[in-house]
């Protein structure tokens, strides 16, 4: 009697968030290792290998498993948002920018993707930019009253969602 591959995989992949959760979480990355190796188009298991490099503090197994996540599914918000994260860590600027304008284009009426770009443009020093964001934002959700501090005359722009 034969095994699915599918189902070992699963079953392999299941184990390792299980030990993550429990805090065995080199354990869980070395299980996820070798399920990169047998499915490595299953973006899952690159997600969560980033995720589990996170936690280990491996940069650049991070950024290595979050953008072949990228690659197979590149329309995916949980994964555009840790693509975020790790960039933004590893100080690729243009790189985050281009994966939040992917993440805004996916909805371009969620307000939290277009004010955390004003916010990263602000941390960035990029001030100017900063604030045409948050115009952007405003534009593209007028009934949104909440999201102020942005007004042209601030030299540093500071948004607060209240």
């Known amino acids: 009697?034969?095994?699915?591959?599918?189902?070992?995989?699963?079953?392999?992949?299941?184990?390792?968030?299980?030990?993550?959760?429990?805090?065995?979480v080199a354990q869980a990355?070395?299980?996820?290792d070798g399920l990169a190796l047998q499915a490595p188009n299953l973006p899952e298991i690159h997600f969560q290998r980033a995720r589990l490099?996170?936690?280990?503090?491996?940069?650049?197994?991070?950024?290595?498993?979050?953008?072949?996540?990228?690659?197979?599914?590149?329309s995916?918000?949980?994964?555009?948002?840790?693509?975020?994260a790790a960039h933004s860590l590893a100080?690729?600027?243009?790189?985050?920018?281009?994966?939040?304008?992917?993440?805004?284009?996916?909805d371009p009426k969620a307000i939290k993707p277009q004010a955390e770009k004003a916010l990263y443009l602000q941390t960035a020093g990029r001030?100017?930019?900063s604030r045409i964001s948050c115009g952007s934002?405003?534009?593209?959700?007028?009934?949104m009253p909440s999201f102020t501090g942005c007004s042209p005359q601030q030299s540093a722009f500071s948004p607060t969602i209240r």
């Open 1 to 24: 009697m034969q095994t699915n591959p599918l189902h070992a995989v699963k079953t392999t992949y299941d184990k390792a968030l299980a030990l993550a959760r429990q805090g065995d």
């Open 29 to 32: 990355a070395g299980l996820l």
């Open 53 to 74: 490099a996170a936690r280990l503090g491996d940069q650049d197994k991070r950024l290595s498993s979050i953008d072949r996540a990228l690659e197979l599914r590149p």
């Open 76 to 84: 995916e918000p949980a994964i555009l948002t840790e693509a975020i």
């Open 91 to 106: 100080g690729h600027h243009d790189t985050v920018l281009s994966l939040f304008d992917r993440l805004i284009a996916l």
């Open 127 to 129: 001030f100017d930019d």
């Open 137 to 143: 934002c405003r534009k593209s959700t007028p009934t």
